[in-house]
């Protein structure tokens, strides 16, 4: 049950950036994270600010240059529709029209999306682990078939979204403003791992919040997707994920960026697949030899290192798809 | 166990006189009414939202109650401070351990033992400590929050195998291993498997399944003076009476329960809750009504499970697919109180196939989680996915066809009951009956295509140790002069459709539309004594109650008729709210013509449920058959189509019948592929306690193309015919899709749910040989 705050309707960012000045102030976009958290007492808020009137957050524009602009408010049942980013964009549209359910795709925003809490059991129950300031990561010792096999150390959560990878492999830039400004990063420069901080997954710095993302327009001859795999059809959370962008020049790969979900703390990049792929033809040895590529540097804990041969199985599916293009 | 010891129902139950045998109705002919596939007659007022289930009773000054649980797996309540929550703003009431009566015993499942209301001995993540009412929800639960526990925490276990170790923390005095049962044996299992051609043995894992039906538990609570009334979300309103009269020593005459709606039980709302008993307490103690429900985490801790077993199966067969021997162990756990963690579990092994030589051994112990319950034919899903993965592997060690093999050891009789024949057994006919319809034989011989992504069929059959229903059941039928009537039954309507089937039954009888038909039911100030429905068997209980008691208001009116027409009430019939002589038409009288009926205002029938007939077993069977595809590179598993036939008698409505088995169906591809409990083991607590941790499948996880066949052998055990079908429908789901899963791949998945890690893990232990077309295992 709902613990009392007060709760504000901000008309401008600059007003909201002023309540959230308050100590224990929290953003809410769509809600759908944030509600839970409050009603589990994950974190406490003593005030909500909400950004739901602030007209320059909403809006999915694709700009005469080529360029995606998405507001942080945009929903992602809008992402998932917009005409221009299924066309153009479709790993991002993939990737929104798998998260979560109906329900939660109406009500959700890509802001939410990308600065939700992780869904770790412990984290989300009654644990002082170590991404609420305890000691203990009980996933380590504990229940951690859906936890990370990349990128942990002293915590090994996943990051639970979908949209995050797809915008990284299209080469996103996040838009953030706060107490001290407003800066642009790459998308990849906005995740941390435990290493960096074990309490906090993204560099949103205390006040700061999401405008919106921008996304370059994709070079010729590229195609992009997402594909998740889950326990079951809808309403989950990736077991694993891959989001992958490829440029095809003349039978051979230009360009190309692959990212995983649900791996690791943050949107896995796998660079040296994308670096091992440059240059080649897809063909059977090239498919076999980036999907080994994938996996090197994989730490399974107990019950994850079935996800070693599904990030496997998911390289091999994509660069099947590309070599079809 | 004996039909009369089921888990619904403790004891020998009473035998209710029947009708006089000269008035016992022939079976149904034709029907207009009965087995046709009319819309529920609640459709509308359960869609449009003016149904009013428990949960939605609001009552003038009425109370919010908010229970606070122990947060560890097993822990001392030392001291409970509620000084500083009494304080707060609306907290009307508190009550704790201790406090004037709150000193009630507590029986917590079947076989278990005995604690209190707020036992400060607190045995898993979940018991209950102390409970707030306030004027609002929040304020209850700022109260629960502001309560200061202090706990000594205790050594737990959660596994059944952390609970078996010597030095095993103990639940209670005695050690939470229970005495062992003795094992079932009949033959000798030895000779048969040394007389065998083929022996294979398996063990097999199943998960922990959380009931979690829509409508939370809890009750609403109100006294008037002595007397106290109770809207409750159950599956029996008669076993909250009697389980709230006897914890507060109250007379049954005081105490009504109340609940003609309710949203999905499947077992856990047999039994009286606490909370009933908590609300009661703390609407005494305020002088107003008090509403208490758990919450959706309070459920999933508290509220039942299915025991995740572990099941190793051996099986003897001849070359020919004769069974000569099974053998099972099976372990299990019931979590805290409930010492049974394998019941039912090996029933189908016992029953389900002809089998001379048969020994099964099972054993539990107590562990420091939430405590089990009945659940959706308790034991047989798990045993079906031991039995009918088996039965798939022996087929294809034998090269049969794993239809063909189970037809090879079709009984005629219950082997378990003494050898008594069934009353009827359609097994063989939806395994014959089923195959054609699902195109079996073309399915199983289509050609693999070269992909990672395989296609296959399975089947699997099963039947339900209950679903034969049987006294007491009393139903009453009012006949008003207009020609319309009233239904009036006790038993509770857990989603299977009780009104509507019971109106269909009186709407044949008298020959009345639905329309002109009311039913009350479920309600023990108003309505008969019920059973709780579980057990399928509602249907088989009822409705034979409900028919006698429709013929017993049709026989005096037709003799009042008969003496103001002067002819034998034998030639006259009830036909659309005219009676009418069979001999001469034109002899014909309005229901409300009838003069000694019009004096009388109403007519009142009643039925009673007579006995089973000596001799016989009576079971409802059923065979189901999936196809499959399996994506070999990420272990994902869709179930394609699927294809349910049914033997529960007689169907009483057609929609009905098939929405059920879908439900059922659905439940099985949960128990096959999503849902699992999953417990900690370093702090003993419950990691799935929400309904995104804990997968119940999605409308994407169900196949659009599903399809329903009723087998009916015309029974006529009772006087509609009618079997149980809820819990049948959801036996051999699980196993029908991994049979599939080991057609297209060659994979045998042993361990249930078969996620995709499950999947990728059995690949990675195995390496699949080419194809489960002709491979060995």
Excluded at chain 1, 53 to 82: F, K, Y
Excluded at chain 2, 572 to 588: M, N, T
């Amino acid at each position: 049950m709902l613990r009392t705050f007060a709760y504000v309707r901000p008309g401008s960012v600059g007003e909201a950036l002023e309540q959230l000045e308050e100590r224990g102030a929290r953003v809410h976009a769509g809600g759908t994270d944030l509600l839970g958290c409050l009603r589990d007492g994950v974190f406490e808020a003593s005030k909500v600010v909400s950004l739901s009137r602030i007209g320059e957050l909403r809006g999915i524009t694709a700009a005469p240059d080529g360029e995606l602009r998405i507001g942080a408010m945009a929903t992602i049942a809008a992402l998932a529709a917009h005409p221009a980013v299924k066309e153009r964009f479709t790993a991002l549209s993939d990737a929104a029209s798998v998260v979560a359910s109906p329900q939660l795709r109406n009500q959700g925003t890509l802001g939410g999306n990308l600065c939700q809490r992780p869904r770790c059991w412990y984290y989300r129950g009654g644990y002082d682990c170590v991404r609420k300031g305890g000691e203990t990561c009980y996933a380590i010792g504990g229940e951690n078939q859906y936890h990370a096999i990349f990128g942990g150390g002293a915590c090994w959560i996943v990051h639970p979204s979908d949209t995050a990878p797809a915008l990284m492999a299209l080469d996103a830039r996040v838009r953030l403003v706060g107490p001290k400004g407003a800066r642009v990063l790459p998308l990849e420069k906005f995740y941390l791992l435990p290493d960096d901080d074990a309490t906090k997954e993204t560099v949103l710095e205390p006040g700061e919040i999401v405008l919106g993302v921008q996304v370059p327009p994709p070079a010729k001859g590229t195609r992009s997707a997402y594909r998740k795999v889950r326990a079951r059809g809808s309403w989950d959370f990736a077991m694993a994920g891959l989001a992958w962008a490829i440029a095809m020049d003349d039978g051979r790969v230009a360009d190309a960026r692959l990212v995983l979900s649900g791996v690791a703390p943050a949107p896995w990049r796998l660079h040296a697949v994308e670096k091992l792929l440059i240059r080649q033809r897809l063909d059977a040895k090239t498919v076999a030899r980036a999907a080994a590529a994938a996996v090197v540097g994989a730490k399974p804990l107990e019950q994850n290192a079935y996800k070693v041969p599904l990030v496997r199985g998911l390289v091999e599916d994509a660069l099947g798809a590309a070599s079809r293009a | 166990m004996d039909d009369k010891e089921l888990y619904f129902w403790r004891g020998p139950l009473p035998e209710t006189q029947a009708l006089p045998p000269d008035a016992a109705p022939e079976p149904w002919g034709e029907t207009r009414v009965v087995g046709k596939p009319v819309t529920r007659v609640d459709a509308y007022d359960r869609v449009s939202g003016s149904a009013i289930y428990p949960s939605d009773v609001i009552l003038p000054d009425m109370l919010h109650a908010a229970v606070l649980t122990c947060p560890h797996a097993h822990a001392l309540v030392k001291k409970v401070d509620t000084a500083g929550a009494e304080k707060m703003p609306g907290v009307r009431a508190v009550l704790k351990d201790g406090m004037p009566g709150t000193n009630v015993p507590w029986f917590q499942g079947r076989g278990g033992f005995s604690s209190r209301l707020f036992d400060p001995h607190c045995r898993y993540e979940g018991d209950e400590v102390a409970v707030v009412a306030a004027d609002t929800i929040y304020q209850a639960w700022d109260a629960v929050r502001a309560i200061d526990v202090e706990y000594e925490v205790l050594p737990h276990a959660v596994t059944v195998e952390d609970a078996m170790k010597p030095d095993a923390p103990g639940l209670r005095d005695g050690g939470n291993v229970p005495p062992a049962a003795k094992p079932y044996e009949r033959g000798n299992v030895a000779e048969g498997f040394k007389a065998a051609d083929v022996v294979l043995e398996q063990t097999y894992t199943t998960p922990c399944e959380l009931h979690n039906p829509m409508e939370l538990h809890g009750c609403v609570a109100k006294w008037d003076g002595p007397r106290l009334t109770v809207w409750e979300s159950t599956q029996g309103v008669y076993a909250v009476q009697s389980g709230v009269a006897n914890a507060l020593k109250l007379p049954l005459a005081n105490v009504r329960a109340i609940g003609p709606y309710m949203g999905g039980g499947f077992g856990s709302k047999l039994e009286t809750g606490k909370y009933s008993v908590m609300a009661a307490l703390l609407a005494r103690k305020t002088g107003r009504p008090v509403r208490l429900f758990y919450t959706r985490e309070q459920v999933c801790r508290s509220m039942g499970n299915r025991p995740a077993n572990t099941i190793s199966l051996k099986v003897g067969a001849k070359r020919d697919g004769t069974l000569v021997a099974l053998e099972s162990r099976a372990v299990g756990t019931g979590g805290a109180y409930a010492e049974d963690g394998t019941g039912g579990v090996d029933y189908l092994i016992r029953e389900l196939y002809t089998c001379p030589n048969v020994r099964c051994e099972n054993s539990s112990a107590l562990t420091n989680a939430g405590p089990q319950r009945a659940f959706r034919a308790p034991g047989h899903p798990q045993g079906a996915w031991a039995l009918e993965s088996l039965m798939d592997a022996l087929a294809a060690r034998l090269g049969m066809d794993p239809v063909e093999l189970r037809l090879k050891n079709v009984p005629a009789a219950s082997q378990t009951r003494n050898g008594v024949p069934y009353s009827t057994t359609g097994l063989a006919d939806c395994l014959r009956e089923g195959a054609t319809a699902f195109g079996w034989a073309e399915a199983r011989g289509r050609r693999p295509a070269p992909s990672h992504i395989k296609r296959g069929v399975g089947v699997a059959a099963g039947m339900w140790q209950g679903g034969a229903g049987g006294p007491p059941s009393t139903a009453i039928v009012k006949l008003f002069p207009d020609g319309s009537a009233n239904l009036n039954m006790g038993a509770s309507d857990i989603g299977c459709g009780t009104k509507t089937w019971g109106a269909q039954i009186v709407a044949e009888e008298l020959h009345v539309g639905l329309d002109r038909i009311s039913v009350e039911h479920a309600d023990t100030g108003t309505t008969q004594f019920a059973t709780p429905s579980g057990g399928s068997k509602t249907v088989p209980t009822e409705s034979p109650a409900i028919r006698s008691a429709a013929l017993d208001v049709k026989r005096q009116l037709l003799s009042m008729a008969a003496e103001q027409l002067k002819v034998p009430a034998a030639d006259l019939d009830l036909r659309g709210g005219e009676i009418v002589s069979k001999a001469d038409p034109a002899k014909k009288l309005g229901v409300g013509q009838v003069q000694a009926f019009g004096r009388r205002g109403v007519l009142v029938g009643v039925g009673y449920r007579g006995p089973n007939p000596q001799g016989k077993a009576t079971n409802p069977f059923g065979a189901q058959f999936a196809e499959v595809e399996v994506d070999t590179k990420t272990g994902e598993i869709r179930v394609l189509r699927f294809l349910s036939a049914h033997d529960s008698g007689r169907v009483l409505n057609e929609k009905m019948f098939r929405n059920q088995v879908n439900g059922g169906v659905t439940m099985g591809i949960g128990f096959g592929l999503t849902e699992e409990r999953v417990m900690d083991r370093q702090l003993g607590k419950l990691l799935t306690a929400n309904l995104h941790d804990y997968k119940m499948p999605t409308a994407l996880d169900a196949p659009a193309d599903k399809t329903v066949i009723a087998i009916d052998p015309h029974d006529t055990f009772c006087n509609t015919g009618a079997k149980g079908l809820g819990e049948p429908a959801t036996i051999p789901t699980a196993p029908a899709i991994a049979n599939a899963v080991f057609h297209a791949t060659g994979l045998r998945v042993t361990d249930a749910p078969m996620s995709p890690a499950r999947v990728l893990r059995a690949m990675a232990a195995l390496k699949p040989a080419p194809a489960g077309r002709k491979g060995e295992e």
